[in-house]
């Protein structure tokens, strides 16, 4: 039996993993064989999966098999390999399971095979009333409810980040005594995610909505944020932007992208939907610009402030 569980949401792929293993161990007990292999941190031989898997045992039981990071890190002879054994695996009592915490090429000759015969499911980052939906369950498991405004707060500070928002959820029940969490207890525990805010600013930017754009940079200004940090991170997203416009014409996958600018999968998720509103020359045009008015900012030229108010008004020309 094969399993692919796949995605940038890895919080909720990696719960299900954990669930996987909670019931694998509780109905085999001492009879339990369970193997990680992790593509991220060794090398790993076919033979070691396929040997493990045919060793004979004293006691008949289903073995568990979980790869770590197979797609980004996989030799071609392994996945050569796994191919021509495909069947045996499928048909095999035991249990793998494929673990991507990104989605692999869609020409990918492997993928393409899981998505045919395995059991596959795919965890994409939530949002709208499907990450209402999961912030309300997280609060009553940790006791507490929570209001309407509260809710819409946290989704605002902390983003799809499940991992971040699961610790604020528990913090937040903590302080109110498993009682009900108020919008004035996520002001006052949960500092707001200025990456987050600023995935709104380029979604602005990307659609070329000078009115929003201006809007949500002034939100960060009244929320404290300098405006020379301002300009650097819109600096810093349009240079990702531009990295991985560059990277997707050339046809990398996401693990790729990920590994090469040193960003969570998500995030490179987000940049890679708003980079299909540029074309690679607009994106060289914006950095370049940002560049010169960096220049300008840091010789006295020109104030921080201004110098996003003058970006903004060409971006969005």
């Known amino acids: 039996m094969i399993y692919?569980?796949?995605?940038?949401?890895?919080?909720?792929?990696?719960?299900?993993i954990r669930e996987l293993v909670v019931s694998y161990k509780k109905a085999h007990n001492q009879t339990a064989d369970l193997k990680i292999f992790d593509f991220d941190n060794e090398k790993v031989q076919f033979s070691a999966l396929k040997d493990s898997s045919q060793t004979m045992s004293l006691f008949k039981t289903k073995r568990l098999f979980i790869l770590?990071?197979?797609?980004?890190?996989?030799?071609?002879?392994?996945?050569?390999?796994?191919?021509?054994?495909?069947?045996?695996f499928l048909l095999s009592e035991d249990i793998l399971v494929f673990h991507e915490n990104a989605i692999p090429r869609a020409n990918d000759a492997l993928f393409k095979r899981l998505l045919a015969k395995a059991k596959c499911l795919l965890f994409e980052p939530l949002s709208g009333a499907k990450l209402d939906h999961w912030i309300e369950k997280k609060a009553q498991e940790y006791g507490c409810l929570i209001e309407a405004q509260a809710k819409k707060a946290l989704e605002l500070y902390v983003g799809s980040d499940l991992w971040r928002m699961d610790n604020e959820i528990k913090k937040a029940c903590a302080y109110c005594n498993r009682g009900q969490i108020r919008l004035e207890d996520v002001k006052l525990l949960v500092r707001p995610n200025i990456e987050s805010e600023i995935f709104k600013t380029m979604d602005c930017l990307s659609r070329r909505d000078l009115k929003a754009a201006t809007a949500s940079l002034l939100r960060h200004i009244k929320n404290g944020d300098?405006?020379?940090?301002?300009?650097?991170?819109?600096?810093?997203?349009?240079?990702?932007?531009?990295?991985?416009?560059?990277?997707?014409?050339k046809g990398e996958n996401f693990?790729?992208?990920?590994?090469?600018?040193?960003?969570?999968?998500?995030?490179?998720?987000?940049?890679?939907?708003?980079?299909?509103?540029?074309?690679?020359?607009?994106?060289?045009?914006?950095?370049?610009?940002?560049?010169?008015?960096?220049?300008?900012?840091?010789?006295?030229?020109?104030?921080?402030?201004?110098?996003?108010?003058?970006?903004l008004s060409k971006a969005c020309a």
């Open 255 to 311: 693990p790729a992208m990920a590994k090469t600018l040193a960003l969570p999968p998500f995030i490179v998720s987000k940049l890679a939907g708003f980079s299909g509103n540029f074309t690679l020359q607009e994106l060289k045009e914006d950095y370049n610009l940002l560049k010169k008015l960096d220049v300008d900012t840091k010789t006295g030229r020109i104030e921080p402030d201004t110098a996003l108010e003058v970006f």
């Open 68 to 88: 770590e990071n197979f797609f980004g890190n996989q030799t071609e002879d392994f996945k050569e390999k796994f191919i021509e054994n495909f069947d045996f």
């Open 4 to 16: 692919l569980f796949y995605g940038l949401d890895n919080y909720r792929s990696r719960e299900k």
């Open 226 to 249: 300098a405006p020379q940090y301002l300009f650097y991170m819109v600096t810093n997203q349009f240079r990702s932007l531009l990295l991985i416009k560059d990277m997707q014409e």
